[in-house]
């Protein structure tokens, strides 16, 4: 089943959420490319924090998915300086991008005490738990407004 979103729709999920409160202690927002990078954006403003972008995918550029994500992008945390990292994406369907990444940033000695993850949707299969805005259905198939067609 496909679920076309709006702009609106991703907006009013994260104002009205309550990441302002949760997330106040946070240092650095990494999203998540291509799909955690728009609403990292909102959330970086609502928050009044910097924001990195990691490049680590589990779709093809076809849109099917591989069950093993790959980096194609570095950046270098700096625990002194990053010490609380909020991790975003558009939405946590299998848990593999984000299972990926958190392995990524415990191999740099931090702990879940220090990292959290917040997708704006997720799916009830994955297999990585986090915060999310909205729960879907696992047959959904989001279609996000930043994404063009050919």
């Not at 415990?106 to 879940?112: N, V």
């Not at 915060?131 to 259905?137: F, G, N, R, T």
Request: with cysteine; glycine share 4%.
């Amino acid at each position: 089943m496909d679920k076309n979103v709006t702009w609106d729709e991703i907006t009013s999920l994260i104002v009205q959420s309550d990441i302002k409160e949760k997330y106040k202690d946070i240092d650095i927002i990494a999203c998540i490319g291509t799909g955690g990078m728009i609403p990292g954006v909102i959330i970086s403003k609502i928050l009044d924090k910097p924001i990195i972008n990691l490049g680590v995918k589990s779709y093809a550029i076809n849109n099917t998915q591989t069950y093993n994500a790959q980096w194609y992008q570095n950046f270098v945390f700096r625990k002194s300086k990053h010490r609380n990292v909020l991790v975003v994406d558009d939405i946590n369907d299998t848990g593999h991008t984000l299972i990926t990444v958190n392995s990524y940033l415990m191999s740099l000695f931090y702990t879940e005490k220090h990292v959290n993850f917040l997708t704006v949707y997720m799916k009830p299969h994955t297999v990585f738990n986090c915060d999310y805005l909205q729960e879907v259905e696992n047959d959904t198939w989001i279609k996000f407004p930043w994404e063009v067609t050919k």
